[in-house]
């Protein structure tokens, strides 16, 4: 059946629902990815590109953005990762012939999911002012739409340029280098709404924004904290990290609402022992913690520490770090009661973590989504940060910092410039290598680029990748956002729903994915990305591409430059596109770090980016030390008969796209509306499982946004709190309810009622 997408709307309400498992992966994952990875690719296929995955010289995984081992295995993949190759690589197609068939209307009535499983897109599309269907176009022409509409701006700061996390280093670099030379700094990214947070946090605390461990590090460490990271599904290559580190005598330490199967036990598909055996525990520890506790357990944790005779490692504080004087006064008032209220834990939990954190030497915490997506999420990783600093756990083997990155080169795109408050330093290296002033002053983010569609003050919308409507909170203020701008310009490769809710005309450019052969003039390229620890190295597909048609995102980027900026540009767009090697020697002297670029990611396996704090313990922070940080406590709460609610990622879902309607291991099969609920909490709002209730919204200026329809999961989730799936539950966030300072929005805790209702029919 591979190559025929499904008919008709499968995606239905009404889930079967049974116990939650307490394992995750062993064969039962293997023939899950298999199972997908042949209906989409065949079997010949299959086999072909899933033994390329990770491989030295094969492609970039396009799942997560984890790394990878050194020794790599035959199959260095994972079935999640398997399904975003499937995905990608799936034999079905969208053709001229589908849009002549479905006019925009009827595909704006259909779901994500539905759309995502048409397959690749093969052709430019153009949805004309007043047409009522995309219609095929060449090249040429859909550049000189989008330059007519650039060219026709009042200032540059009218356009927006979204991207994605799956751009390659290469066209990431040319995107914002076209976008500076176009006048504007309006580049906001997947990563405003991601790991922002930990942007901001690190940035200010120990001078850079990324992680400091390596692999390496992990199999190094007497204690791993994973808080607020589900890597069962997210990124399962992390399970073979945390099974190798618990076999050296790792401790681990889980912090989370839900008790996630893959952190409870993980069989890996890789040995024997994961596929006939019982696999391996990992969690040595489970903190069942509220929504949003974590800044309280940190700040706790700290004054415990303190309080312990030769605990904090006094040379390294006096020695590298800054503001340890108000940070301790402030330690020291950390309140027993306050903090078993915010993290609903027992003191005897808290004291087993604390006896765990005393008997490890060295430290590492690892923390996702369920961290950065709260409106106090920077104190909380800062809070985070000085738990480290204490026992001076930065920078040296086995210890230090770990935010676990999303889409496979969400950190590289921001390492080549993709952002909207760039650094003066790389401005000036980019005006000294390209000739050209770029602006200076900061552009819109996510959230501010949505109000500024708004309010009619952004007008041409360019994405580079991604599904911005479904991806971004408030989505009926999104969406009526997005309709008001004149053109809206997506780089795809496959139908989703921000290519049907348009600016006044629309246009689908579809390009390569990582899977694919890149040809150009001067032969075969490759591009490069940098993954979670700050390892760069080449990505090279191997497949046809899905059409003829299609063209590269470096290629797309450059032949938009030339004829977007045209002659005043005395950028070689041309060369650029001939050949990447090109690329690769600008970038080489524009970003710290590249030099030497095309000779050390020619090496198999790349190279390292430095990393000052974990490589010599030196803090390029405004103090020139790292900085302890002392902000009060804050933690959400919600009212009598209200509940916090979590909007988080099922098993078969890659952000907006849906591979399936299951989510294995939390027992969810054949459907996504679901709200899990504690037994508890569900029966005292007299909602047993299997009811049905629309989830309300309550946001502090009084006003409420309704997510209809959801099945009631009685669920072993922490005392107070719900959860349900990402993109349906976008609604209900609003558009002002993000994170202090880093401005992501704040979409793991929203105070929710739930209404009963009948069950669907
Ligand atoms: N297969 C697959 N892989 C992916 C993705 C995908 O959608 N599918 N998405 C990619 C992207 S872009 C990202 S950013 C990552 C996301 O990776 P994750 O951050 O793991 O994704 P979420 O599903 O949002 O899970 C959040 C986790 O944090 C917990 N949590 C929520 N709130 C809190 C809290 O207040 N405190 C604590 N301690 N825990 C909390 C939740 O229970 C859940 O386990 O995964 C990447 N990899
Ligand atoms: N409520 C709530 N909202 C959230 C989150 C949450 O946890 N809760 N998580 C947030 C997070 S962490 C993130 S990262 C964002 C994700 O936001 P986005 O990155 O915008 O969304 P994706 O769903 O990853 O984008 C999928 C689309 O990317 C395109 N695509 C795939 N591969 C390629 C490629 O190689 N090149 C190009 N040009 N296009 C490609 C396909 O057309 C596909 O439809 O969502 C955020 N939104
Ligand atoms: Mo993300």
């Not at 239905?12 to 629902?17: T, Y």
């Not at 005897?348 to 999420?377: D, N, P």
């Not at 980019?430 to 983010?445: M, N, S, T, V």
Request: glycine residues 8%.
């Amino acid at each position: 059946m591979a190559g025929k997408p499904p008919t008709g709307d499968p995606v239905q309400d009404a889930p079967d629902v049974t116990a939650p498992q307490h394992a995750a992966a062993g064969l039962p994952a293997i023939a899950h990815s298999l199972r997908v990875a042949h209906e989409q690719m065949g079997v010949r296929r299959t086999a072909l590109t899933l033994l390329k995955v990770n491989q030295k010289d094969g492609f970039d995984c396009p799942g997560c953005a984890w790394p990878e081992p050194d020794k790599r295995h035959a199959a260095e993949f994972c079935e999640n990762g398997a399904k975003a190759v499937a995905e990608e690589a799936t034999l079905r197609r969208v053709t001229p012939a589908f849009f002549a068939e479905h006019p925009v209307a009827d595909l704006a009535e259909r779901s994500g999911y539905w759309l995502g499983q048409q397959g690749r897109l093969t052709q430019p599309m153009y949805l004309a002012e007043g047409a009522d269907r995309y219609e095929p176009v060449t090249w040429d022409r859909a550049f000189d739409v989008i330059a007519g509409e650039l060219q026709a701006l009042t200032t540059p700061d009218q356009a927006v340029f979204y991207t994605s996390g799956r751009t390659s280093n290469e066209a990431a670099f040319l995107y914002q280098l076209f976008a500076r030379e176009f006048g504007t700094n309006n580049l906001p990214d997947c990563s405003n709404m991601c790991h922002e947070s930990s942007g901001s946090a690190l940035t200010e605390t120990i001078g850079i924004g990324k992680g400091s461990v390596l692999l390496e590090d992990l199999y190094k460490a007497d204690l791993i904290i994973v808080a607020g990271q589900n890597p069962g599904t997210n990124h399962p290559r992390m399970l073979s990290a945390l099974e190798k580190a618990k076999a050296g005598g790792t401790k681990i330490i889980t912090v989370n609402p839900l008790p996630e199967a893959g952190l409870e036990r993980f069989k890996n598909p890789q040995n024997v022992r994961g596929l006939a055996g019982g696999g391996t525990a990992l969690t040595d520890l489970f903190l069942q913690i509220r929504l949003g506790g974590d800044q309280a357990l940190f700040r706790l944790l700290n004054r415990l520490v303190l309080e312990t005779e030769g605990a904090v490692d006094t040379a390294f504080i006096a020695e590298h770090t800054h503001g340890y004087a108000d940070f301790e006064r402030t330690a020291r008032t950390a309140d027993w009661d306050e903090t078993l209220r915010a993290t609903g834990l027992r003191r005897e939990e808290i004291e087993s973590a604390l006896r765990m954190i005393l008997a490890s030497r060295r430290t590492i915490v690892c923390w996702a989504m369920g961290l950065t997506q709260h409106k106090h999420a920077v104190p909380t990783i800062k809070e985070v940060v000085n738990f480290l600093l204490l026992r001076g756990n930065i920078g040296r083997p086995g210890a230090g910092v770990c935010p676990v990155r999303g889409h496979s080169n969400v950190q590289g795109d921001r390492t080549m410039g993709i952002f909207e408050r760039p650094a003066p330093a790389f401005l000036d290296a980019l005006e000294k290598e390209f000739g050209f002033a770029p602006p200076r002053e900061h552009g819109l983010d996510v959230v501010r680029a949505i109000r500024a569609l708004r309010d009619g003050q952004a007008k041409v919308f360019f994405a580079m990748g991604g599904n911005f409507v479904s991806a971004t909170p408030d989505t009926d203020v999104t969406e009526a956002a997005v309709r008001r701008a004149r053109l809206t310009v997506h780089v795809s490769t496959k139908l989703n729903r921000s290519h049907v809710i348009t600016g006044a005309h629309a246009l689908i450019l579809p390009t390569l994915g990582r899977t694919e052969r890149d040809r150009q003039h001067t032969g075969e390229q490759f591009v490069t990305v940098e993954d979670s620890m700050g390892m760069v190295h080449a990505s090279r597909g191997r497949l046809a591409p899905a059409s003829p048609h299609l063209l590269s995102e470096p290629a797309i980027v450059c032949r938009l430059a030339r004829r977007a900026l045209g002659p005043t540009s005395t950028t070689p767009w041309e060369d650029f596109e001939n050949d990447y090697a090109a690329i690769r020697d600008r970038i080489s002297r524009v970003v710290p770090g590249f030099h030497d670029f095309n000779t050390r990611v020619a090496r198999p396996g790349g190279f390292t980016l430095p990393h000052a704090p974990r490589d010599n313990r030196t803090f390029p922070t405004t103090t020139g030390k790292a900085n302890f940080t002392a902000a009060p406590v804050e933690y959400p709460t919600a009212p009598e008969g209200r509940l916090l609610l979590q909007t988080l990622r099922s098993h078969d879902q890659y952000n907006t796209t849906i591979y399936g309607l299951d989510d294995r291991y939390r027992g969810i099969k054949n459907g996504r509306r679901v709200v899990l609920v504690h037994p508890d909490d569900a029966t005292a709002l007299g909602l047993p499982d299997g009811t049905y209730a629309d989830l309300v919204s309550e946001w502090t200026d009084g006003s409420e946004r309704r997510a209809p329809g959801f099945r009631v999961v009685h669920y072993p989730t922490a005392r107070g709190c719900a959860a349900a799936y990402y993109p349906e539950t976008n609604v209900l966030v609003p558009l002002d309810h993000t994170a202090d300072t880093s401005n992501t929005p704040a979409s793991k805790s929203l105070v929710v009622r739930l209404e009963p209702q009948q069950a669907p029919a």
